[in-house]
């Protein structure tokens, strides 16, 4: 039984660590400008975000190399960052401010808010930002080129993501975990079928024309995964999309404690991995693939079985190269990697608990309004 498990274990870690070196040879950062570029728009939904929006703007009129305009709609807030977007409006044309419609039944809160920037935007690239999120100056540039070169209708790529608390170094990474180690990013780049769509929400670059014949954010009012969701619609449509490494041009941190980051997660995974039929799959996967053998090694030195003990092994050596490469390519830290089954049992026991409370009928909170799968107000 020992054995049979450890060869498990190591056929699951060496599926992940064989993804995670192909799609870091394919992943790859955004080429310098060589021509003359499109005009984009820089659009911010920002909800509570007075400690962040400042520099957020800084970093948006502060793009170099390509013409821009940034647009912030305020959904909501109660912190003033209205006050803040509409003084630094006041003496800069570059920057408008939106007030948000009221929300409308059926819709999530921050599709509703790109959905209404999307509107209001002027030139041909539409790029959404998060108000969390910090661009280098020539950010915007280089996304654009990449889409000039790549013939791309929609680019978009997870930026560095900055981690200080203990939780954060050992929960954030597995966002990489389950993007490097599970979507084939050279495979979806040969196939044009929307199911190999994929993005990050907190940065992405899409043509007006191919937003628009995707339907935009109203084509999925009811769900929060932007990401996913609008490259697939545009490839559904018959654009092209493609993901790149942000690591360079962008930078964020996310949730700063442990509570942020198990309540930032609940609200999303409803719509991801928390579902009864993908959840089990998913647990296959991370859980075999990632702790089952720290746990068929310790029963294995106990029990005297080289053989299994040596498979156990060589599972994790493999897991752990993986995450050393990702850590290495994307600026992760040496707690993360050493702590990596921690952070999966940590998203799995997120998940869990996010498909209990979606059978219950339980929603989600964030920032003041409830989250249900495929739904919220």
């Not at 209205?82 to 007030?99: G, T």
């Not at 996913?228 to 449509?237: F, K, T, Y």
């Not at 030195?301 to 290495?328: D, E, F």
């Amino acid at each position: 039984m020992i054995l049979d498990l450890s060869i498990l274990g190591l056929a699951l870690a060496a599926l992940f660590a064989l993804m995670v070196m192909a799609n870091l040879i394919a992943l790859q950062p955004p080429p310098r400008p060589g021509g003359r570029l499109p005009g984009v728009s820089i659009l911010i939904p920002a909800r509570d975000e007075a400690g962040n929006i400042g520099a957020a703007l800084d970093a948006a009129l502060g793009q170099q190399g390509v013409e821009a305009e940034v647009i912030v709609l305020d959904d909501g807030s109660t912190d003033g960052t209205d006050r803040v977007v509409a003084e630094r409006a006041a003496d800069d044309p570059r920057l408008r401010l939106i007030r948000g419609a009221d929300l409308p039944a059926g819709w999530i809160g921050k599709t509703h808010a790109c959905a209404q920037l999307g509107r209001a935007a002027t030139r041909p690239v539409l790029l959404f930002v998060d108000a969390d999120v910090r661009l280098t100056p020539d950010a915007a540039a280089r996304l654009l080129a990449a889409m000039e070169a790549g013939w791309l209708d929609l680019v978009s790529g997870f930026p560095r993501q900055i981690t200080g608390t203990f939780w954060e170094k050992v929960a954030i990474p597995q966002i990489f975990t389950t993007l490097l180690g599970y979507l084939p990013i050279p495979m979806s780049r040969l196939r044009p079928e929307p199911a190999f769509g994929a993005g990050c929400g907190q940065l992405l670059a899409v043509r007006r024309a191919a937003y628009d014949a995707a339907g935009g954010h109203a084509a999925f009012a009811g769900q929060m995964h932007d990401g996913i969701l609008l490259p697939r619609n545009v490839r559904a449509s018959g654009g092209r999309t493609d993901l790149i490494d942000a690591t360079a041009i962008a930078a964020t941190r996310m949730y700063d404690s442990l509570p942020k980051i198990w309540s930032g997660f609940l609200k999303n995974a409803a719509e991801g991995m928390a579902t009864p039929r993908a959840l089990p799959i998913w647990t296959l996967l991370l859980f075999g693939g990632h702790v089952l053998p720290w746990l068929t090694l310790a029963a294995a030195l106990g029990a005297g079985s080289a053989g299994a003990a040596q498979l156990s092994a060589l599972a994790i050596a493999l897991v752990t190269a993986a995450r050393a490469a990702m850590a290495l390519r994307l600026r992760g830290t040496a707690l993360g990697v050493a702590l990596h089954p921690v952070g999966i049992l940590l998203l799995l026991a997120i998940q869990y608990t996010a498909l209990w409370r979606s059978l219950r009928g339980r929603p989600a909170t964030w920032r003041g309004r409830s989250y249900l799968a495929g739904g919220g107000d």
